[in-house]
């Protein structure tokens, strides 16, 4: 199963205006087909159990079932503009290309419900419960789910400007490439695990250049001892992490007022800014197990595999500057749900981790993903780029080198493929 994308991004202010009563039939219709869906996955279950392989046609009609519930949340959330056909056909602008039934495994099988208890778990914080009027109801509780904030704020975004950002499409693309995955793991659609990683997710993936950039050079094997022991390991961590925090905000209000003036954050407090954050990434990475080394407590560049690269102080709009922490607020709440998405990270991976003594790909990646997006929050809002912080995966290349030498040869330039 694939995710495909085909979208020019561009939306009309008209429907994204009424968006939600647009997609209303289509919920509705959703809800209808769900209760087929049910007794049809039953039998489907009962047919694949005894014959060790799905029946064609009942894995022709989940399988449209699946795609129709992703082009209709597609819809909703603004990840794709035309209206999605009440059949599940293909050939939506985000498209689901889903293989022909396979042979799998009957323990598999039997216990599948079981099996996919994880893969919900990490569904309900991506695309949600399926109820939008329940999710919604969680905002006081601050635990809103990815495609739903993501979606939110492409709202607003599509009212100003007609246009979907890249970053907050592919977002939601990815939560939506992971809900289809599960529930056709769970209703025998497919026999692989839904996999977590959002650089193969969709694509093909941008490939940035940002001020504020996160590099991936950490193997996947982790020690058992440390994994087990890693909260007590990382309290010293915290605790210095959070007498560190004690100078940043009044340093945080001073930086502000001088780069007000100065058009740029004076060089000193960039780099106690920037030593801060790669410090919080560095101690972030270790606690969630992102990274298996025991960091360092100076926030030094080059000192841990998950690094965080940021570029010199730069010229910035005064009116960004002046009103930068209400510009900040949609990336701090959207950091926040990325939290969330860390502290699963964190807790399958240290029950995979104990058992096999190694990080899942899908789950570091994914865990990367969530650093990188919170590590790019918070330089922007403690002015150490103008950059909004880019919220989908990408990949991130290193900018062009300078001009070399006319004595010297040129060296080429190395590209770093991080999420």
């Known amino acids: 199963m694939r995710l495909l994308i085909d979208d020019d991004l561009e939306r009309s202010r008209g429907t994204v205006f009424f968006r939600a009563i647009f997609a209303l039939p289509f919920l509705i219709w959703l809800a209808v087909w769900a209760v087929g869906a049910a007794f049809i996955a039953f039998f489907h279950w009962l047919i694949a159990l005894f014959d060790g392989k799905p029946s064609d046609d009942l894995h022709d009609f989940l399988a449209r079932f699946i795609r129709f519930a992703t082009h209709t949340y597609a819809y909703l959330s603004l990840g794709a503009e035309p209206l999605p056909a009440f059949d599940g056909r293909p050939g939506y602008p985000?498209?689901?290309e889903v293989e022909p039934p396979r042979p799998q495994n009957r323990w598999s099988i039997a216990f599948r419900?079981?099996?996919a208890l994880p893969a919900f778990l990490l569904t309900f914080l991506l695309v949600g419960s399926g109820n939008l009027a329940f999710d919604l109801t969680r905002v006081q509780s601050g635990s809103l789910p990815l495609l739903t904030v993501a979606a939110l704020f492409a709202?607003?975004?599509?009212?100003?400007r007609a246009r979907m950002p890249r970053g907050l499409r592919d977002l939601i693309a990815f939560a939506l490439s992971y809900g289809a995955q599960t529930w056709a793991y769970f209703l025998?659609?497919?026999d692989r695990y839904p996999s977590s990683d959002p650089l193969t997710a969709i694509g093909p993936l941008p490939t940035r250049t940002d001020p504020v950039?996160?590099?991936?050079?950490?193997?996947?094997?982790?020690?058992r001892l440390t994994v087990?022991?890693?909260?007590?390991?990382?309290?010293?961590?915290?605790?210095w992490l959070a007498l560190w925090g004690l100078l940043v905000l009044p340093l945080s209000i001073f930086n502000w007022v001088a780069t007000l003036i100065l058009g740029a954050t004076p060089g000193w407090l960039?780099?106690?800014?920037?030593?801060?954050?790669?410090?919080?990434?560095?101690v972030s990475s270790f606690l969630y197990l992102v990274g298996n080394p025991f960091p360092g407590f100076a926030g030094a560049a080059g000192s841990y595999p998950i690094e965080l690269r940021v570029a010199g102080p730069e010229r910035q709009n005064r009116w960004k500057v002046g009103f930068r922490l209400v510009l900040a607020l949609p990336a701090l709440l959207l950091a926040s749900?990325?939290?969330q998405l860390l502290f699963v990270v964190a807790v399958f991976g240290w029950f995979v981790g104990l058992f096999t003594a190694r990080m899942p790909l899908g789950l570091r990646n994914l865990g990367a993903f969530a650093l990188r997006y919170i590590a790019q929050a918070y330089a922007y809002l403690l002015l150490l780029t103008e950059a909004y912080p880019y919220s989908g995966p990408c990949l991130e290349a290193d900018p062009a080198p300078p001009a070399p030498d006319p004595v010297a040869p040129p060296a080429p330039g190395p590209v770093a493929w991080t999420s």
């Open 113 to 115: 419900l079981v099996l």
């Open 213 to 223: 950039r996160m590099d991936v050079t950490d193997e996947l094997r982790r020690s």
């Open 337 to 339: 749900a990325f939290s």
């Open 228 to 239: 087990f022991f890693r909260f007590a390991l990382a309290v010293p961590h915290l605790v």
């Open 270 to 282: 960039h780099r106690f800014f920037s030593r801060y954050v790669r410090y919080q990434l560095h």
């Open 94 to 96: 985000v498209d689901l």
């Open 188 to 190: 025998l659609v497919r």
């Open 155 to 160: 709202w607003v975004y599509a009212m100003f």
